[in-house]
């Protein structure tokens, strides 16, 4: 095997999808057949793992891609790693490769907003782009990357900021602010088997399904707060209630851009949930957020250590 071979893991979403009879899409490319279409012309070993719509991707099937990537990392023959997956969870399964990312070695995630059989797909040239950047041996201090619609993101505070554009991704970081600090990796963990629940609020909530989430006995809540970290007074006082029972909260924000820090006073404002142990999801969305929260209570850690600055 070639020294400079990349590894490509299909796991399927959009970038694998063909139309099937009804002209519904169906991921159906095999990791091969991307290598093909994309035309590169590096030494690629194929991986299929799974070919699935990524809002079915569980948190066990998380946690075989993140093993297949390390065993494809623990051959020295293999240069980097590009992950195919669907765009509608691609940034948090980025951020979980992420979390447990110590190799000097780039690991790149990528898919397709057209399907492979569109007349104009986008998938072969983020394909390229993602084998790029291993190939000129990208900027390792960044992490895991995503490579999508001409543009290279830290996986770390990205978002799906929108439904149909080919550069769909963005990060919350907006123009001049100090980038989102990457908290030193830690060994892999499961993430299946952690309960975290996302709940979001609205302008005048009650706290009717904090207290049902709570009766759940989850293993942590994530909050999808409004503004910088706020949610309803009602909402807020159901919440102090999950924290005091023992349930770590993790308090994002709906908004697109821009970091979570608490500030506001009153039940649901962020500076009063955090006086009461709610933890500020910083540069995370939602999604991230719960996939560090899951990672913290299989370690043992304190979810701050892994939701960074």
Partial sequence: MNASEIALVATG????????????LVPRRTAAELIESAGVDVPCRPVDVRAVDSSSMTLADVDALIAVVHEQLADPSVAGVVVTHGTDSLAETAFALDLFHSDPRPVVVTGAQRAADAEEPDGPGNVRAAMEHIVSGG????????A???????????VKADTHALDAFRPTVGNGAVAPVRPDPIAPVALAGATIPVV?????????????????????????GLG????????????????DAGIPVVITTVVPGGKVEFAYGGAGGGATLGSRGAIPGGWLRAGQARIALAAAVSAGVDPRTLIGG
């Fill in 13 to 24: 979403g959009t970038i694998a999808c063909e139309a099937d009879a009804t002209g519904a």
């Fill in 139 to 146: 900027d390792l201090s960044k992490g895991v990357v995503v």
């Fill in 148 to 158: 999508f619609g001409g543009q290279i993101h830290p996986a770390r505070g990205l």
């Fill in 200 to 224: 979001a609020a609205w302008a005048g909530a009650d706290g009717s399904i904090v207290d049902a989430v709570a009766a759940l006995k989850p293993d942590g809540i994530v909050v999808e």
């Fill in 228 to 243: 910088s970290g706020n949610v309803s007074d009602e909402m807020g006082q159901a919440l102090h209630r999950a924290i």
